[in-house]
């Protein structure tokens, strides 16, 4: 059974910092990994999506990776701001046919002015 | 284009009750999705339907029933409203495909005294 792990749960960094969120997964037969934000009270926005065939997404100040072969996958953020601040989740699509996704449990950050 | 739809927001039911979480999108997808979202935890999938008269069971399909008539709606529905139904839900739609993102509705957040 795929199981998605993000660490740390919680995540507090002065304005201007670079930050690392990090994504595990314990099945390597994923078809992609997503990341999305998720602000207080909201719903979901897709960030990134990476396919299993790509090692990494760009968008903005936002870059994505992903290593199948260790399980893991990193959502990098450069010269962080206070806007950054909220939920970020992993989730890691099953089941080509239907796009089933698992999630992580996030990680929560905060981003200090 | 108003994307993925849900109504109501925020409701409260008593032990025993019935109710309808109604979901609508306007993107023309195919797939459509139920998530239930408790506190501190990743999103767990409820149902999901891959066209109009097709759905399917998630992880945590006990306590819900769904229908797919038309492309556009996917309502949820709860027959005998529980205390560990509190929630907060949210419905998704995806066109086919491994590179889809999932698009969120912004929640409905329930609560069952």
């Known amino acids: 059974k795929q199981e998605v792990t993000q660490i740390p749960a919680a995540l507090s960094v002065p304005e201007g910092e670079n930050l690392v969120l990090n994504c595990s997964f314990t099945?390597?037969?994923?078809?992609?990994l997503q990341w999305f934000r998720q602000d207080p009270g909201k719903g979901l926005t897709s960030l990134l999506l990476?396919?299993?065939?790509?090692r990494e997404q760009t968008s903005g100040r936002l870059n994505a990776s992903l290593d199948k072969s260790s399980g893991r996958s990193t959502l990098y953020i450069a010269a962080s701001q206070p806007g950054d601040s909220a939920t970020y989740l992993c989730?890691?699509?099953?089941?080509?046919?239907?796009?089933?996704?698992?999630f992580g449990t996030g990680t929560l950050l905060a981003v200090q002015p | 284009n108003a994307g993925v739809t849900q109504t109501p927001k925020f409701r409260i039911l008593k032990i025993g009750q019935s109710m309808t979480l109604q979901c609508a999108q306007d993107m023309n997808h195919n797939y459509m999705y139920w998530y239930r979202q408790d506190p501190g935890m990743g999103l767990k999938l409820i149902y999901y339907?891959?066209?109009?008269?097709?759905?399917d069971k998630g992880e945590v399909p006990n306590g819900y029933n769904v229908s797919r008539s038309t492309t556009e709606d996917f309502p949820l529905r709860l027959e005998l409203a529980a205390p560990s139904q509190t929630s907060v839900y949210f419905c998704?739609?995806?066109?086919?495909?491994?590179?889809?993102?999932?698009?969120f509705g912004p929640g409905t957040r329930l609560t069952v005294t």
């Open positions: 989730a890691a699509l099953i089941g080509g046919a239907t796009n089933k996704l698992i």
């Open positions: 998704a739609s995806s066109s086919p495909g491994l590179a889809s993102e999932q698009y």
């Open positions: 099945d390597s037969a994923i078809y992609n």
């Open positions: 339907s891959v066209g109009a008269g097709i759905t």
């Open positions: 990476i396919q299993s065939s790509q």
